[in-house]
């Protein structure tokens, strides 16, 4: 189970921490990501990071801005969005799943379980 939060309402240019809780079975093989959503618009990849590693990825858009971390005592992982923009308004969603190889981290097909999502909306 993933439990996403944080989101809210801020000036471009100010900055969000989301967190996602991830509760049951959680491995070194594990991957977690952020993805996100506009109305009308498909999921987009954002952030991955792999449990057991310090592999980190990231979409072209947010990279430099944003910074995915986990705390491994809390089972939890940060989205550290910094340097936010109009256009980072979305509805972000945190995922997981086993094994995803480092070349498929970007895509909605690589993760078995979904969050609920979490609104970010930035104001210019």
């Known amino acids: 189970q993933l439990q996403a939060s944080g989101g809210g309402l801020v000036q471009a240019g100010g900055s969000l921490r989301l967190s996602c809780a991830a509760s049951g079975y959680i491995s070194s093989h594990t991957s977690v990501a952020w993805f996100r959503q506009v109305p009308g618009k498909e999921r987009d990849f954002v952030a991955a990071?792999?449990?057991?590693?310090?592999?980190?990825d990231y979409a072209d858009s947010v990279k430099g801005r944003f910074t995915i971390s986990r705390d491994n005592a809390k089972t939890t992982v940060y989205l550290q969005m910094n340097s936010l923009k109009p256009e980072d308004t979305a509805v972000y969603f945190c995922?997981?799943?086993?094994?995803?190889?480092?070349?498929?981290?970007?895509?909605?097909?690589?993760?078995?379980?979904w969050g609920q999502g979490t609104q970010v909306t930035v104001s210019s």
């Open positions: 990071i792999k449990w057991g590693s310090r592999n980190t």
């Open positions: 995922v997981a799943g086993p094994s995803v190889i480092r070349s498929s981290v970007a895509s909605r097909t690589a993760y078995a379980y």
